[in-house]
Structure formats: structure tokens, C-alpha cells
């Protein structure tokens, strides 16, 4: 072969080399990042008619990647209207010039209407649209999402960054459950069992200052305290106070680790950090009822005593045996909460599925109905092992 | 054997890798959208009974590429039934080709157009992608099984992150037990369908010759099942434990288990795979184009005409996978029931072929005892 003609093949070549490449990494159709709007979190609301989507999106306030800093100011919020959320979502284009990059949204908050309206109306656009990302948090609000979305915060770059983390905090520390995206959309699509949102609340703001002099902002003016439950059609059906959402997580077996106290009127108050939790939920499948046994065996930490009166003899025995009713006692709270609602929130149903298909196939149709008859029984375990402290305070 | 002809044959691991990441693409590309999908136990063990299957399968090739190693199974079909047989083998090869590749690029770029670039144009998609593909079957087997050595090691990278990105939201109560009535209809059908995804068990028949040692094709061929096995057992484990049902209703579940995996400060891995997923379409419509080539040769002789017709029937081919590409329906009624074909390709056809072989060795040797079946070990690759 002529060298010629050999450098004008691997001219060509390389130009179609190329060319292959423009069409698989975003030349094709695309979309400036000067003409997107990077959305950080959206609000979705039921008013009049239709759905009202709040965004916040990342917008420094002043130009030049130097000034980001850390607050408040880094966000604007933009609200749009439609029939469906989808319409809402192309709505968004016209009350401003950009388009919406759902991407990197990091919260999704429903608002109560919203959700009484179905978890699934609202957040089904989010599942089948393939930009957006999964990983979202899901939060409930009981008041409006916008006006969440609205609060200021002054810790990350974004308000957005707060919430994440917040709700972020509040399951790894086992407080609340921590719900994405996709377990939602995944826990509809089953349709046979429920699900628990976070409830992201404002804190009350005080109008006068106490003192009367000049304090520092606040960090945050949200918290999450409590856990909205939904039915398995998606729809809100009531709420767990702060023990029933820890007792949900035992059950859930989504406990990690979490920090408990044990207080003794006139005696002593005792934190331990449980650094070391399993559970198990087994169902008991008896002729003609179901029960479920649920093993909690944990591994802690006492990391502090405050002795208010006499202490009790063998104090170590004591603040283990009180930690076990704890836990026993927040996990029948939120056991009876989930039977009064008949809504199986624990994944009953998936259990007796996997311990007995045939039982399975019998109640699944009937078993939310006959939840509240169900009896649960607790074996928790608490070992205390560390002290956080060289030797050993109450042996 | 000169020289140059053993510099460019290719090692039985580049062989393997080769056909893994062919492999992966209709692995990574099964979506409810082409076929019917299993779920829970009855996907996992209808992945396993299928390898227990393909690994029957390969009996075949390992007589043949054992007594026959320097021929491919149209050679050794040109020796057994003479001319038109293997005139005939082979357009039955060319025509399962033609199906691979409109398959493998329509499925390329339905996927390109609903994930990548949802609503784009197929034609946009599909005419860099074949015109690279067209110039890179001239480089030869061996420069492109080099370059698949490479990505093979990359996109274990990337699965094994996702898997391990995975492990902290797997659940095994998502896994779903096997149903209560026709449990095992379902595991037989889930096994079918893999098979019948399986082209490159075919492929394997044709390339054998172009090993160093061909006699250890059926050992790639093994290690080649074995690890598409492994891989497919662990990443439905993963994806089924994470998303459990739901996952398997998805467009493209292992897409949409890329997409709700984060690692640390790689929040969209979904994006790294997807670059991989590229990767291995277009190894895959390499494949399958190159071996198209080859059997073309069989029919032409002369260089000149048999580039000219292999250029006109890649535009046809080029045609036929935008048509597919925007008819997905078409490409499930291609799909079902097609584990026929596979199991009539790379078992029945060979066997009958090996044995036809057999049969005229023995004639010969009775007519010409001084005459062995080193006769019929020509030179065919």
C-alpha cells in the first residue's frame, strides 16, 4: 500500500473514531450548562386543581466561583404549575429561561395535599424520567413543601445540602427512617405494603428575642421528628411520634446504630451507644394465626452516667435491663400503631412469603385487614461491653 | 504454519474476554421491553440450569476443534459434504449474523435513545457507530481481541463498584421464592431465554481455528460460560436484593441498578457504566460483522467483488437495524422462542457434521488405508 493513501486511511480513521464518540457523550441534542438550571431540591404541592412544583436550584448570588459561600444565598427557589407534575415540569421552562437538570436533586419533599392526593401521582414523573436521580431523599411535609424549600439554612453550600443531611443523620443515627427515591417508587409498585416518610417540620420561631440583645442565626429552622405513614395505595394514613418511628426502624431492621437513655427518676439518667445492632422479625405461622417474633441482640457503649439520688445496687444489671424494656416498649408502639392503621409498614407480608409461599398466597389479600390481631413478641439483648472510660465504674 | 500466520492468531484468554464483553451487551440489554423477564429464584436458578445447558453444548466443539482444530466448522463441513454443504453452512451462518447485528445495534440504540438521549433520532445514533464498526473489521480479529483484553479488565472494575456500592441497600427478603405452582415450567423458560441470548456460542465454532491452540477452544469456551455465569448470578443477586421485583420491571434493570448506587463521591456510576455499555455493543456488532465477513468469503473468492458485496449488504444490514431500532416490538417477536436456534447451531449442525467427518474417514481409510485424516486438516481460517 502507498504511503499516501495508508495516511488517508488513518485520517479518516481517526475522524470516525471521533464521530463515534461525539454521539455517546452528550454533543448530540445538548444542552448548554449556562442554559440548565441545576435543581437541588424540589417541593411537590396540591392547590387548586393541579400540582405546584417548588424547585430550588444553585445560584450564587454573585458571580465568580470565590463568593460561593456557605449559606442561604446560594439558592433561588422557582415555582411552577400544571395539571400533572409533568406539565408542571415543562411549565418550569417558561417562568424563567433555563431548563430544570434534575440530575443532582438531592430532596424530594411532598406536602400534605400532595400526598393525600397518592405518593405515586406525585412522584411517579421522578421514577420514569432517566435524568432524574433515585438517590433523592423523600421527606413529608405537613404544612406546604414550598414553604420547607423556603427555609433558610446556614450550614453547606445550599439548603438542600442541609436537608439531605438532616435526613441523612436522622436514619443513621436511628432516629427516623431514611426513605430515597427508588424504595418508594419500589414499595408502590409492589403494592402490598406500606411505606414511612419522614416529616420535615419548621421550628417555631420565637418573635422577641429572650434577652433582648443581638444572637447568633440559627443553624437550621427545620428538624425531623416524626414519621408520616402511607398506605399501601400510596396514600397518607396517619403519623409515628418520635418512639413509634424508632420502634418502625427495630422492625425494619434498618437500626444501625443509635444512642439510648435510660432515665431513673431520683436515681441516675445513663446514655449508652448501641454501636452494634442486629434484629430479626421471624412470623410464627400457626394453624389458624400468625405472630411474629422479633430478636434484638446489641452490642453497647455506656458512655455517661449522671447519678441523681441513691444509686442502685449492681447499676451496670439495672441500665441493662431498663435499656431492654426500652427497646421492647418502642418496638410495641410502633407495632401497635401499624395495626391500628392496618397498614403493613414491616415488610410482614415479605416475611411470611419467604418462610411459607402457600400461606402467603392464602392471606395476602386479607392480612392488613387483620393486622391489629397479629401479636408481636420482643427477646431484646443488650451488652454492655464498653464504658468509654480505662476502668470500670460501677463493678 | 508460517510465522506470520501464527502472529496473528489470538490467545484463548483474549478469546474469552472477547467473548464476554460480546456477551455482556445482551446480558446488560435484557429489558422487559424484548422479552419477557423472570424474577426472584426463578431467574437465579434459571441462569444456572442454562449454564448447565451451554455446557453441554460445547461437546460438539470440543470434538471438532480437538480432531479438526485447523479448519472452522464450514471447513469441516466443505469436507464432509462437500461444496454445497458448506456453501449452505455457511449462508445459515451469514443469515444468523445479519439477525445478531441489526439486534445488537437496534438494542444499541434503543438504548442511546430512551436512556442516553431520550427521543433522539436512531439514524443519528447508528451512523458513526456502523461506520467505525465497518473500519475497524479490517484491522482483524486479533487488534480488536487486544483491545477487549483492556476493557474486559475495566468493566469488571465497574460492575464489581456498583455490586459493592449495592451491598449497603441489599436486602435478601427482596428476593422473591419460587411460586407455588409451575416453578419449574418457569426455571426451564427463564434457561431458554438465556440460551437463546447466547450467539456467541456459535461464534465460538468459528474462531477456534484462529487460536494459538485451537485445542483448548472448548476450555474457553467453558471458562467463557462459567465466568458469564458467575457475573450474571451476582449482578441479578444484587439487583434483585436491592430492588427486588420492581428492578426486573425496569426499561433496563442493571441501568437502573447503576443509577440508584452511589460510591462515595461517585454519586451517578450510572454514567461511568454507561460508557462500558458502549463499550460492548460495539464489540459485540464487531463480532458478529467480522465473522459476517468471514462467511461471505466462502461464497467470493476475489478481493475486489467480495469487498463490493460486503459493503452493499452492510448498508442493507445498516438499514435493517434503523428499522428494527424503531420497531422494538419487532425485535420480541425475533426474540421468543428462539433457543432453537442456538442449540440447532452450535450443537445439532456441528455434531452432525463431526460425525459425517467420521464416516468418511473411515470410508477413506478402508479404500486407502496409507490415507489418515490429516488429509482433511487443511488450512481454513
Redesign the interface.
Known amino acids: 500500500m502507498k504511503p499516501i493513501r495508508r495516511k488517508r486511511r488513518m485520517v ?2 481517526w475522524a ?2 471521533v ?2 464518540l ?5 454533543c ?2 445538548s444542552t448548554p450548562l449556562n442554559r440548565q438550571s441545576i435543581v437541588q431540591a424540589i417541593g411537590i404541592d396540591y392547590e387548586n386543581g393541579g400540582y405546584t412544583l417548588s424547585f430550588q436550584i444553585f445560584s450564587p448570588s454573585e458571580s465568580g466561583g470565590s463568593n460561593i459561600g456557605a449559606s442561604a444565598d446560594n439558592a433561588k427557589q422557582i415555582t411552577s404549575t400544571g395539571k400533572t407534575v409533568s406539565e408542571a415540569m415543562a411549565n418550569s421552562v417558561l417562568v424563567q429561561g433555563k431548563r430544570m437538570f434534575t ?2 436533586n438531592r430532596v424530594i419533599v411532598i406536602g400534605k395535599a400532595a400526598a393525600e392526593r397518592g405518593l405515586l401521582n406525585a412522584l411517579d414523573y421522578f421514577g420514569g424520567d ?2 432524574t ?3 433523592a431523599q423523600v421527606l413529608f411535609s405537613e404544612t406546604t413543601a414550598s414553604e420547607i424549600l423556603g427555609a433558610k439554612g446556614n450550614q453547606g453550600i445550599l439548603p438542600a445540602e442541609m436537608l439531605e443531611q438532616i435526613a441523612e443523620n436522622a436514619g443513621q443515627h436511628g432516629k427516623i427512617p431514611n426513605v ?1 427515591l ?1 424504595e418508594v ?2 414499595a408502590a ?2 403494592d402490598d405494603k406500606g411505606v414511612l416518610l419522614p416529616v420535615i417540620a419548621q421550628i417555631p420561631q420565637d418573635s422577641e428575642s429572650k434577652s433582648g440583645t443581638e444572637q447568633i442565626d440559627s443553624v437550621s429552622s427545620v428538624h425531623l421528628t416524626q414519621a408520616a405513614a402511607f398506605t399501601k395505595d400510596g396514600f397518607f394514613c396517619g403519623i409515628f411520634d418520635e418512639n413509634e418511628s424508632r420502634g418502625a426502624l427495630w422492625l425494619l ?1 434498618d437500626m444501625d446504630h443509635t444512642k439510648l437513655t435510660v432515665f431513673v427518676p431520683k436515681q441516675y439518667t445513663a446514655a449508652l451507644e448501641l454501636y452494634e445492632v442486629n434484629t430479626t422479625l421471624s412470623p410464627i405461622l400457626n394453624q389458624d394465626k400468625i405472630s411474629f417474633h422479633l430478636t434484638v441482640s446489641c452490642r453497647a457503649s455506656l458512655t455517661e452516667t449522671v447519678l441523681t439520688g441513691s444509686s442502685a445496687a449492681h447499676l451496670t444489671e439495672d441500665i441493662t435491663a431498663r435499656a431492654q424494656a426500652l427497646i421492647a416498649d418502642e418496638c410495641n408502639a410502633a407495632w401497635a400503631r401499624a395495626g391500628a392503621l392496618s397498614t403493613d409498614l414491616f ?1 410482614l407480608k ?2 411470611i ?2 418462610k411459607d ?2 400461606r402467603y ?1 392464602q392471606v395476602k389479600d386479607t392480612f392488613d385487614e387483620t393486622l391489629s390481631d397479629c401479636l408481636l413478641t420482643t427477646s431484646v439483648t443488650v451488652t454492655i461491653d464498653r464504658y468509654g472510660k480505662e476502668y470500670l465504674p460501677f463493678s | 504454519m508460517n510465522a506470520n500466520a501464527r502472529t496473528h492468531r489470538i490467545s484463548a484468554p483474549q478469546l474469552l474476554m472477547l467473548l464476554f464483553l460480546s456477551r455482556l451487551f445482551s446480558v446488560l440489554n435484557i429489558s422487559p421491553v424484548f422479552g419477557t423477564l423472570y424474577s426472584g429464584m426463578t431467574l437465579l436458578l434459571g441462569t444456572l440450569l442454562s449454564f448447565c445447558l451451554q455446557c453441554a453444548f460445547l461437546f460438539p466443539l470440543w470434538l471438532l476443534s480437538r480432531r479438526y482444530g485447523g479448519k472452522t466448522l464450514i471447513g469441516c463441513a466443505g469436507d464432509a459434504g462437500g461444496e454445497w454443504l458448506k456453501k449452505g453452512a455457511a449462508l445459515l451462518f451469514l443469515l444468523m449474523f445479519s439477525v445478531q447485528i441489526c439486534g445488537s445495534l437496534s438494542a444499541f440504540s434503543f438504548f ?1 435513545t ?5 427521543n ?1 433520532s436512531s439514524v ?2 447508528l451512523i ?2 456502523f ?2 464498526l465497518i ?1 475497524c473489521v479490517r484491522w482483524g480479529l486479533e487488534s480488536f481481541s487486544r483491545a477487549a483484553a483492556i476493557f474486559f479488565w475495566l468493566f469488571l472494575l465497574s460492575a464489581a463498584s456498583i455490586c459493592i456500592g449495592a451491598i449497603p441497600s441489599a ?1 435478601l ?2 428476593i ?5 405452582q409451575g416453578a419449574f415450567h418457569n426455571i426451564f423458560s427463564a434457561a431458554l431465554g438465556e440460551i437463546s441470548k447466547n450467539g456467541e456460542l456459535y461464534c465460538l465454532l468459528l474462531l477456534y481455528p484462529s487460536l494459538r491452540t485451537p485445542k483448548k477452544a472448548a476450555h474457553s469456551g467453558f471458562w467463557f460460560l462459567l465466568l458469564t455465569c458467575v457475573f450474571m448470578l451476582v449482578t441479578q443477586t444484587v439487583i434483585l436484593s436491592v ?4 428492578g426486573m ?1 425496569q426499561t433496563y434493570p442493571y ?2 441498578l447503576a ?2 448506587v ?1 460510591l462515595s463521591v461517585l ?2 456510576l450510572d454514567s461511568f457504566h454507561m ?1 462500558l455499555w ?1 463499550v460492548c455493543a ?1 464489540f459485540r456488532s464487531l463480532l458478529y460483522l467480522f465473522l459476517f465477513k468471514k462467511c461471505l468469503g466462502t461464497f467470493v473468492i476475489k478481493k475486489k467483488t467480495r469487498a463490493v458485496l460486503f459493503y452493499s449488504l452492510a448498508v442493507f444490514l445498516f438499514f435493517g437495524s434503523v428499522f428494527l431500532a424503531d420497531h422494538p416490538q419487532a425485535v420480541r417477536a425475533l426474540n421468543t422462542s428462539t433457543a432453537i436456534v442456538p442449540a440447532l447451531l452450535a450443537f445439532v449442525f456441528p455434531l452432525v457434521i463431526f460425525i459425517l467427518l467420521k464416516r468418511k474417514e473411515k470410508r477413506n481409510e478402508t479404500n486407502s488405508p496409507q490415507k489418515t485424516h490429516g488429509a482433511l486438516m487443511g488450512a481454513d481460517r
Not at chain 2, 114 to 118: D, L, R, T
Open positions: 479518516l480513521l470516525l473514531t464521530s463515534l461525539f454521539s455517546c457523550t452528550g448530540l441534542s440530575g443532582q432517566p435524568a436521580s433515585r438517590n430515597k427508588f417508587l419500589k409498585d409492589e431492621n415488610r415479605d416475611h412469603l419467604q409461599t402457600a398466597e | 442511546m430512551s436512556i442516553v438521549f431520550p433522539a443519528l445514533i458513526p457507530f461506520l467505525t473500519l436486602d427478603l427482596n422473591t421464592p419460587l411460586p407455588t430492588l427486588s421485583d420492581f420491571e441501568y437502573a443509577s440508584v452511589d454519586q451517578r460508557s458502549i460495539f
